[in-house]
């Protein structure tokens, strides 16, 4: 092994031949010099500039940036649900163009339909597609068996808890058979255990169906724990920074974390998006003007 | 602890306390109208003479004002005449409560004076249809223009500033143009009830249709929904049941303008009755009639409330309307 690679460039034999075996695989989705400009009251805001990346079939990959990088931009644009200003997105070789059941999404939010019922929601994409009532309705029994919500099938999404509805929310996604499943911080309003018990089941699904996901976080451990590759972003304008091979075997499991190869990723990417000297940002030249507010010797620390 | 429970911000409350409430609510206004009415010595500004006595101009079963009564005593008395006597008195426009049931009962049963003339339940049936067509043929335009009008910015933006122009436009002015267009029937009393309600329907329905969040929107358009599809399966099921609670408050809205309606033309309906009765200062049945708009009103509306929970599983708001 080259010594003098950083540690996280270095990988075990069985993790690069599969990095190899992944860029053998056909390409879903080619990003060209994708840029998008808002126009804003103070002028023009770039919020992308020249983005470029190929994510191969049955990838995992995670974008991580710091707040406002454009992550969620980023995300919508693939998805068809905001225009860009520049360069191109490749679907299968086709320029996507407005929103389509070929690329699912997860959000952040709840977006579950409150008038449907659990099953009824997951039925809803193939029902729009056209799809007999009793075919979407077997379809949609055996996503939500999937994961694991075949109880629940009849209840609304009110009834349910946040894990619960983000579940549904992909069984729906996944229902229409989507090239790639876009995630924008999914799990990112769950409490830590929900969260960790979410991301065990995202990679059992992964790993049993023929599926692409592009997931947006802006946790590192998450992105270290699920990524086949991690999508660093930078902020204003937002630029990819790095695109890195994440070199922890799979399968993974939690107990990783203490592993040479996570914690170098990690170290990376800690250092990527906090480096040591920040330049000033919009979000840093926020300096909250503190007085006190109690008595001088009433001291807490 | 009285008044925490009494001032508790948005807390639910038991089925029993809602219902005492509801009850309370309506009991507090009578037991002011009952100790008016019965409580000899509170207000009371009439005197019902039951004995003229030697008073030239009084005959018993006359109201007069109190001053005039002690005035006339007074004289009697100094001219050592028989004083006229009588009991503490409300102005005829305010019957006692027993005598407005009374007439509520009396008014159903009672035929109209004149044989061709309606009895009060036809007069009902009557207002209720103008009612029904009226708000029918606002909700047939208002309510579809409103989704459309919240759900494209720029059809919204095309339509609503003259709607917005229109709505101030007092309704009741309409009617003579209407009558002059329409006849002296019905249909200038349908026209003043579409008047008066579409505009805003067409404004509150857009503002509800504008609130769905928009996210809903996004998921099912990633999920393959057309645009067209977007507005049937989306939109509406989306809004429905803030679009009932909507449709509830304009129905009210209807109920207000009716009376002005029926005036129009040819006077027709409850507001005939009403009237009629007040011209011969059947002020007791004036109540009866009055009470009965508000009972019909009231009680289509928990009509209407009780089958929105029915229609509406999901919706957690309607469980608390
Ligand atoms: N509609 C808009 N008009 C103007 N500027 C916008 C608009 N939407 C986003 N931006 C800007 O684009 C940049 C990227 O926003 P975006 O929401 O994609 O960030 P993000 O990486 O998803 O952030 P977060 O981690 O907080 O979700 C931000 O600087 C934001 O101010
Ligand atoms: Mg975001």
Redesign the interface.
């Given at each position: 092994m080259n010594t003098e690679q950083p540690l996280y460039l270095q990988q075990e034999p069985a993790v690069r031949e599969r990095f190899a075996r992944i860029r053998e695989r056909e390409v879903i989705l080619e990003v060209k010099h994708l840029g998008k400009t808002y126009d804003s009251a103070q002028g023009p805001v770039h919020a992308l500039k020249d983005i470029n990346f190929r994510i191969h079939r049955r990838e995992l990959i995670c974008v991580i940036g710091p707040s406002g990088c454009g992550k969620s931009t980023l995300i919508r644009m693939l998805?068809?649900?905001d225009n860009h200003s520049a360069g191109e997105i490749l679907l299968d070789g086709k320029s996507v163009d407005?929103?389509?059941?070929d690329?699912?999404?997860v959000?952040q939010?709840y977006?579950l339909?409150?008038?449907?019922t659990v099953k009824q929601n997951v039925m809803?994409?193939p029902r729009?597609?056209g799809q007999g009532k009793t075919q979407a309705e077997r379809e949609a029994l055996q996503w939500l068996e999937l994961v694991g919500l075949e109880k629940f099938a009849d209840a609304?999404?009110?009834q349910l808890s946040g894990g619960m509805k983000q579940r549904v929310a992909i069984a729906?996604?996944l229902v229409?058979q989507p090239r790639i499943l876009?995630m924008d911080e999914p799990f990112g309003a769950l409490d830590a255990q929900t969260r960790a018990k979410m991301q065990a089941h995202l990679l059992d699904i992964w790993k049993n169906i023929d599926l692409t996901i592009l997931f947006i976080t802006h946790d590192l451990d998450e992105a270290t724990y699920l990524a086949d590759r991690i999508l660093v972003l930078k902020a204003h304008p937002g630029e990819v920074q790095e695109f890195i091979e994440v070199p922890v075997p799979r399968p993974r499991h939690p107990g990783q974390n203490l592993t040479e190869a996570y914690r170098a990723t990690k170290a990376r990417l800690e250092e990527l998006i906090h480096p040591p000297e920040p330049p000033a940002s919009e979000e840093e030249e926020i300096k909250p003007h503190l007085i006190r507010l109690t008595r001088v010797n009433d001291n807490v620390e | 602890m009285a008044k925490q429970r009494w001032f508790s911000i948005r807390r639910d409350m038991t089925p029993r306390a809602r219902l005492a409430l509801g009850i309370a609510s309506f009991l507090l206004p009578l037991l002011l109208w009952c100790i008016v009415s019965y409580v000899p010595f509170v207000w009371h500004p009439k005197v019902l003479i039951s004995d003229p006595g030697a008073v030239d101009y009084m005959e018993p079963g006359m109201l007069v004002d109190k001053d005039v009564f002690n005035d006339e005593v007074r004289n009697m008395r100094q001219e050592k005449l028989a004083p006229p006597k009588g009991s503490p008195a409300n102005p005829v426009y305010l019957p006692a409560p027993h005598e407005v049931a009374k007439a509520f009962y009396t008014a159903f049963t009672t035929p109209p004076a004149q044989s061709d003339d309606p009895w009060l339940h036809q007069s009902l049936w009557h207002s209720i249809k103008i009612i029904f067509w009226g708000f029918l043929l606002s909700s047939v335009i208002g309510v579809p223009l409103g989704i459309i009008c919240g759900t494209y910015g720029r059809l919204a933006r095309l339509v609503e500033p003259f709607i917005e122009f229109f709505r101030y436009l007092p309704a009741p002015a309409f009617g003579a143009l209407m009558v002059a267009i329409l006849g002296i029937y019905d249909g200038p009393k349908v026209a003043i009830i579409v008047i008066g309600t579409l505009f805003q329907q067409v404004l509150v329905i857009a503002n509800t249709a504008r609130k769905l969040d928009f996210t809903l929107l996004e998921a099912a358009m990633t999920l393959g929904t057309t645009r067209f599809k977007l507005i049937t399966h989306v939109v509406v099921p989306g809004i429905l049941p803030d679009l009932y609670r909507d449709q509830r408050i304009l129905l009210g809205w209807a109920w207000t303008y009716l009376i002005v309606a029926e005036l129009v033309g040819t006077s027709s309906g409850i507001t005939w009755f009403i009237t009629q009765q007040a011209r011969y200062q059947h002020f007791d049945n004036v109540y009866a009639a009055i009470m009965m708009i508000g009972i019909l009103g009231l009680g289509f509306d928990l009509l209407l409330a009780r089958l929105g929970k029915r229609l509406f599983p999901w919706d957690q708001a309607t469980g608390k309307a």
């Open positions: 998805a068809g649900l407005g929103p389509g059941s690329r699912g999404m959000f939010g977006t339909f409150p008038w449907l809803f994409g729009m597609q609304y999404p009110h729906r996604a229409n876009l | -």
